[in-house]
């Protein structure tokens, strides 16, 4: 594989993004926190030239206590807007690996989410860049990054779930 990085470490990855997909489909969130290192970070910047989180408007820029309490919201018995809750089909592909040492890999890759609710449905497509640390059982998630197509457009109602 071109840049000297195996098939063993593409394979793993796209196992992993795979997996990521199926929990958030399935919103198992407990399982999808699971997935972030303790200092975890989930990014949507309000623009692609963006090169930080910090101090700038975001979408989200949410660590690992931001993303538990989005749980809890979209969760409790009184989440008005998911009743009824959204149904979400998540696709990833093009997953390329831009590095690997002993310890982590950069990954990026370009998605399609469809989401239904109230006989509805919105489309959203993007890219991922995914800083993984290795871990015993696979890997983890130190930011994932996602730039969707339409960041500056409006939109009908306020994103409530993680793409």
């Not at 989930?42 to 101090?55: K, L, V």
Request: aromatic fraction near 12%; include cysteine; hydrophobic fraction near 35%.
């Amino acid at each position: 594989m071109a840049g000297g990085i195996g098939l063993d470490t593409q394979g793993a990855v796209e196992q992993f993004l795979y997996q990521q997909c199926e929990i958030l489909d399935g919103r198992r969130w407990d399982d999808w926190l699971a997935l972030f290192t303790e200092d975890g970070k989930y990014w949507m910047p309000a623009n692609e030239d963006q090169e930080t989180g910090e101090g700038l408007p975001n979408i989200f820029y949410e660590d690992n206590y931001l993303m538990d309490m989005r749980v809890r919201r979209l969760e409790h018995p009184y989440a008005h807007s998911q009743k009824p809750k959204n149904q979400m089909s998540h696709v990833v592909s093009n997953v390329v690996i831009e590095a690997e040492d002993d310890n982590s890999v950069v990954a990026r890759s370009k998605f399609q989410v469809v989401e239904y609710r109230n006989d509805e449905q919105r489309y959203f497509a993007g890219k991922y860049r995914h800083q993984l640390v290795k871990a015993d059982d696979g890997f983890r998630i130190k930011l994932q990054r996602v730039d969707i197509v339409n960041a500056e457009g409006p939109f009908e109602y306020v994103l409530q779930f993680w793409l």
